[in-house]
């Protein structure tokens, strides 16, 4: 068997790059570890960028999300008692973000992708990679009981942080980067209107919290949590009742509590491995970067690499041009260092942390008073925040 790429993982790294590479006509397979459902079934990510948006309107899959995405012109900050709103429209000379949840994306890129008959292997065991430091890599995989092996011209590792791609190669020829922050996130998803129409960010003293949605009926709500926490000790009702402390007054009044269709606790971390690319593997997305939830910034920039390692293919392929390609782990690294320092930033700002004392938390909220009162800072929060627009 052979195909030009192969991609693993089917997240929206993967999806997203296969689509691009099969409309440019350059033969593609996925193989992917879980199955279609699972993929489906993890609540992530919910706010893009309008970069990211832009690219999914030129990979053809961009008509639900304009039919169905909530275009978002601003976000509230809450803090002591109070709402303050970010206006990005206004601070970012008219750049909005919008609100499309990563399982309904995904959706749309698996629908293209079985519409275009371009091929995935959902289910696929003990993925290896082997000889990409040379001109002739492989993968081999397990489906069905039967161990195939694929030939290709490039690997793109697009399997997530735990994946394969990135651990398959040699530590010496990576360095990594890691802050792992000492709290996590529980999520909760409920068919009840958003408390807002914006998402609200919320600085407390009993920690961050955050207001978010899926649909003008379906919202999605965060809550700080310690990292040892369990989803178990948390009924729905425990859940509203902290949510209702952490956010300001008027919100917490507002609020329409129902039953959970779905509750989890992600870990916040950022991590950055150097360089992304190693012969003719390509590493894309969270393999290669994670970045803490706060900025909004993962899907994002995992589309970002996409797009960079997608167009190096196109003009490789059309041109026989290297130039593209040697690019990408410098193009795309400016991009996700930026992004991981608004993250941490981000993070930092509006957590309590363990060891962060009195003193940590009144000097969060005399930077969150600075940002109220000045637009230079709300400037600088705000394009950081619908996107840094792409150098070249
Ligand atoms: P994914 O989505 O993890 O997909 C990787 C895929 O690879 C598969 N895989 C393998 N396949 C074959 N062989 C192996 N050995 C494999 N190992 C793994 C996996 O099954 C999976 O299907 O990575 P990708 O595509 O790079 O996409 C990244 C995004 O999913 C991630 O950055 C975002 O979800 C992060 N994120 C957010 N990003 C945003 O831009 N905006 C947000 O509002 C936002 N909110 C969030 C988030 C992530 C969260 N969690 C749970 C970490 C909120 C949360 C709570
Ligand atoms: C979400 O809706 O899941 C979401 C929104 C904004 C974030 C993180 C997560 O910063």
Not at 9 to 32: D, M, S, Y
Not at 53 to 82: I, K, Q
Not at 110 to 133: C, G, K
Not at 357 to 367: D, F, N, P, S, V
Request: contains cysteine.
């Amino acid at each position: 068997m052979r195909t030009q790429v192969a991609i693993i993982g089917a997240g929206p790294a993967g999806l997203l790059l296969g689509q691009l590479l099969t409309r440019a006509g350059i033969a593609n397979l996925i193989v992917e570890r879980s199955s279609a459902e699972h993929v489906l079934g993890r609540i992530r990510a919910g706010v893009l960028e309008q970069t990211t948006a832009d690219l999914l309107d030129e990979a053809g899959v961009g008509a639900r999300m304009h039919r169905e995405g909530l275009v978002h012109e601003g976000y509230e900050l809450a803090f002591g008692g109070m709402r303050h709103r970010i206006d990005l429209r206004q601070l970012t000379g008219g750049k909005h973000v919008v609100v499309y949840g990563q399982t309904e994306l995904t959706r749309d890129l698996m629908d293209a992708r079985r519409a275009a008959e371009a091929p995935t292997v959902y289910e696929a065991d003990d993925v290896s990679l082997h000889d990409f430091d040379g001109a002739r890599p492989r993968i081999r995989y397990a489906s069905g009981g039967t161990t195939h092996e694929l030939a290709c011209d490039f690997i793109a590792g697009c399997d997530g942080y735990h994946g394969v791609s990135r651990a398959s190669v040699p530590a010496a020829a990576l360095t990594t980067y890691e802050r792992v922050y000492p709290f996590g996130w529980l999520g909760l998803l409920s068919d009840t209107p958003p408390v807002a129409h914006e998402l609200v960010y919320a600085n407390h003293e009993r920690g961050f919290a955050l207001a978010s949605m899926r649909s003008p009926t379906r919202s999605r709500y965060y809550l700080q949590c310690a990292l040892d926490d369990h989803v178990d000790r948390w009924s729905d009702e425990a859940f509203w009742d902290e949510l209702r402390r952490r956010l300001d007054p008027a919100a917490a009044e507002a609020l329409v509590t129902g039953p959970s269709l779905e509750k989890s606790i992600a870990p916040l971390r950022s991590f950055v491995a150097e360089p992304m690319r190693f012969g003719r593997l390509f590493l894309a997305g969270d393999a290669a970067h994670i970045v803490p939830p706060t900025g909004a910034k993962g899907l994002n920039l995992a589309a970002a690499d996409v797009r960079t390692l997608a167009r190096a293919l196109v003009e490789h392929y059309a041109e026989r041009s290297e130039a593209g390609l040697a690019a990408y782990s410098d193009r795309c690294l400016r991009r996700v260092w930026k992004a991981s320092r608004f993250s941490w930033w981000f993070t930092s700002l509006m957590h309590r942390f363990p060891d962060g004392g009195e003193i940590g938390h009144k000097l969060q909220q005399a930077e969150l008073d600075y940002l109220a009162g000045s637009r230079a800072a709300q400037t600088v929060m705000a394009e950081n925040y619908v996107g840094l627009p792409f150098e070249g």
